[in-house]
């Protein structure tokens, strides 16, 4: 549900937190209390809850804090401020993949990055919708171009990517005054999890030439913030940052900027370290070596014990018959919850 003007506007009064009565908000907007309450019973709609309290107003369940690119900056450094070519969030946009794959298509520079507040179409694996309640986690794509060895020569950029997004998150924790929790992980293979729950994902698009230049969007969902409300669609257990931190206040813009500072030196640099430079670590984050599990390919199904991945970056699993197979792509189910 994208969100009026006029609520938009009441949002920016009541992103403090802070009770404000009807007739303030009337007045600030030039409507009556009673459209002021109609409102915001469309934004309860969108998970933006709110309390109504006699003789008070109206506050916001939960503060607001809208992206900012003044505030992200002050986060980069001046590497990642050199490896950025341009930098847009947008208040509503279709996915910030598909924005770039468009962009992209249309010659937009190499480093190009793309925040958003909502998704309309969030797009995850599989053709999956990407949950994307307005102002409340993160959802960012970087357009990047590659120029040597068309798509295979990024084989494997997903697991480097997932690296990044646990140094970003390892380090934001402790930015925070949350402390590092070493139960954050990586599911192969693009899964960010938490205690056996699904706190983010990645997805990669690439288009190009199969020998030569290709262009990679690289897109991450984080979940900092999801309202019940909207997560009722998902099918699979998830967490977010706010449950992991343990309801401490915690940051978007502060976790915006310490990603792009992860982000953008892996992507710029994997054409030349490739997956290799990546395994160890990404083999330390590893939440499901050594579980028995079940891969799905298609209607194909693997059930094993999974021994993690080899040197190229693909997933190892000891069937029950002994042997040990290689796997390129498939989706992982380690139970029923996690499918």
Request: charged content about 20%; hydrophobic content about 40%.
């Amino acid at each position: 549900m994208l969100l009026s003007d006029k609520q938009k506007k009441i949002l920016i009064l009541l992103a403090d937190g802070e009770f404000h009565s009807g007739t303030e908000l009337a007045g600030e907007l030039g409507i009556s209390r009673a459209a002021i309450s109609k409102q915001l019973k469309g934004l309860s709609e969108s998970g933006l809850q709110h309390s109504a309290v006699s003789g008070r107003g109206y506050r916001l369940d939960k503060p607001l804090e809208f992206l900012a690119q003044s505030k992200i900056e002050a986060i980069l450094s001046d590497q990642s401020k050199a490896l950025m070519s341009v930098l847009e969030i947008h208040d509503h946009i279709n996915s910030t993949n598909s924005y770039l794959m468009d962009r992209s298509r249309k010659y937009a520079s190499s480093g190009f990055v793309c925040f958003a507040e909502h998704q309309t179409a969030g797009k995850g694996r599989r053709g999956r919708q990407w949950v994307s309640p307005y102002g409340s986690n993160i959802y960012v794509s970087i357009l990047w171009r590659f120029q040597q060895g068309g798509p295979a020569s990024i084989s494997g950029l997903s697991l480097a990517i997932g690296v990044a997004v646990i140094r970003a998150l390892k380090q934001y924790l402790l930015f925070s005054g949350n402390g590092a929790r070493r139960d954050i992980g990586l599911k192969w293979p693009n899964d960010i999890y938490c205690q056996g729950k699904k706190l983010g994902g990645i997805l990669i698009e690439v288009s190009g030439e199969a020998d030569g230049p290709c262009a990679a969007v690289i897109g991450v969902g984080l979940n900092l913030f999801l309202p019940e409300t909207q997560a009722c669609t998902i099918t699979q257990a998830w967490t977010d940052l706010t449950k992991v931190a343990g309801q401490q206040p915690l940051s978007r813009n502060a976790l915006a900027g310490t990603l792009l500072n992860q982000l953008l030196p892996v992507i710029a640099g994997f054409e030349n370290d490739g997956i290799t430079a990546y395994l160890d670590e990404w083999r330390n984050y590893d939440c499901l070596k050594g579980q028995p599990a079940t891969l799905f390919i298609g209607q194909q199904q693997v059930e094993g014990i999974i021994e993690g991945i080899d040197d190229n970056g693909l997933l190892l699993i000891k069937r029950l018959d002994g042997i040990v197979q290689t796997f390129a792509s498939g989706e992982v189910s380690f139970n029923s919850s996690t499918r």
